[in-house]
């Protein structure tokens, strides 16, 4: 009986201390010593096990927590889940005081499932500003806000990076200048109509057909100049030989290698009659005019090529000096680009160091 009473007393000595540390009341201030009319923070923080109810006494602001120490704000409390079951919650108080002496902050009685446990006991002393009042003339007011003084070493990097933003755009400025003064140059495709060489030549004969012509040796050389002369011409675009310097036997013996031969005695006639009046004065009556005129269309006719092109496109060409002319305005138009781009850029960045140092 006598070892079970040791026994059990041994067990209640060691649940005791136990129990008594389960709720844990610690009391901080953040500032020991206050000028007067500032302000500290009060904290007071509670452990227990988790699921047991804390209950902070309830102070309101302007209330005393002790005569001369001003509760300014209560602040919402928080809670912090700790190790092996426990929490510890706490409570935010700012203080104030205006009369400078040491003042006792009595303990915080914090209950804890309706038992009421203590905080330990703080201090607070209250300072206040040592007045001279054996010199009452030496009180001066409020100063005005300072300027503050000018520094090279914050001002110099931005002072440098506005001489180069104003070289950038003077630089900008004369490629400008230089663009202008450089023409562009326009390059356009001619479009040439063309027109036919048996057309061309029956034109001329039809304006020759259309002419009165007497039977004078002056009449017949101007007939027969014009009609040999649009025969000529449209050789030599047709078979591609200058027939306009060629005589007329020259002319025959080319057109041999070319057409039948009794189209060429009809053009032979035609060429000899010629001759005969532009150099002899050789009389010839107007059915031998008509006759000539109708061999030179029937010789048109037989010799023509169809469907010949009816315009040609001419390509625009380009000289060496017209080509550096064009590089030139393309690095002028690519330089002026990305010396402005630059330039906008450190007068943003400027901008916006200048407005943080002011």
Request: charged fraction near 20%; glycine fraction near 4%; charge should be negative.
């Amino acid at each position: 009986m006598q070892k079970t009473l040791v026994l059990f007393s041994f067990l209640l000595m060691s649940i005791l201390p136990s129990h008594a540390q389960k709720v844990n009341v610690e009391a901080v201030i953040d500032s020991i010593a206050i000028m007067v009319g500032e302000q500290t923070g009060y904290h007071v923080g509670v452990t227990v096990k988790e699921g047991q109810r804390v209950q902070f006494p309830l102070i309101q602001p302007s209330q005393m927590l002790t005569p001369g120490v001003e509760v300014v704000e209560t602040l919402p409390s928080d809670t912090q889940h700790l190790d092996d079951g426990y929490m510890k919650v706490a409570a935010h108080y700012t203080l104030t005081s205006f009369d400078d002496t040491l003042y006792y902050i009595p303990p915080m009685k914090v209950k804890v499932d309706g038992k009421e446990y203590e905080s330990k006991s703080l201090a607070l002393k209250v300072l206040t500003v040592e007045v001279d009042t054996l010199h009452p003339n030496q009180f001066f007011p409020q100063k005005d806000i300072q300027a503050l003084p000018f520094l090279w070493s914050e001002w110099s990097s931005l002072i440098w990076l506005c001489l180069a933003v104003l070289l950038l755009y003077v630089l900008c400025g004369l490629m400008f200048v230089r663009l202008k003064s450089k023409k562009p140059i326009v390059f356009s495709v001619k479009i040439i109509k063309l027109i036919p060489p048996h057309q061309k030549a029956l034109t001329v004969i039809e304006e020759i057909k259309s002419q009165s012509v007497s039977t004078t040796p002056e009449d017949n050389k101007k007939y027969y100049t014009q009609l040999t002369d649009a025969l000529r011409q449209y050789m030599n675009e047709r078979f591609g030989f200058n027939a306009m310097e060629m005589t007329s036997s020259e002319i025959i013996e080319r057109l041999k290698k070319e057409r039948d031969q009794e189209k060429i005695q009809e053009l032979t006639m035609l060429f000899e009659t010629a001759d005969l009046v532009k150099f002899a004065k050789y009389s010839v009556g107007v059915s031998e005019n008509d006759q000539n005129l109708i061999s030179a269309i029937n010789f048109i006719n037989e010799t023509k090529q169809e469907n010949l092109p009816t315009e040609q496109r001419i390509q625009p060409t380009v000289t060496e000096q017209e080509r550096q002319t064009i590089r030139t305005r393309i690095s002028l138009k690519w330089g002026i680009a990305i010396v402005g781009t630059v330039a906008t850029v450190l007068l943003g960045y400027i901008s916006w160091q200048f407005w943080s140092l002011i």
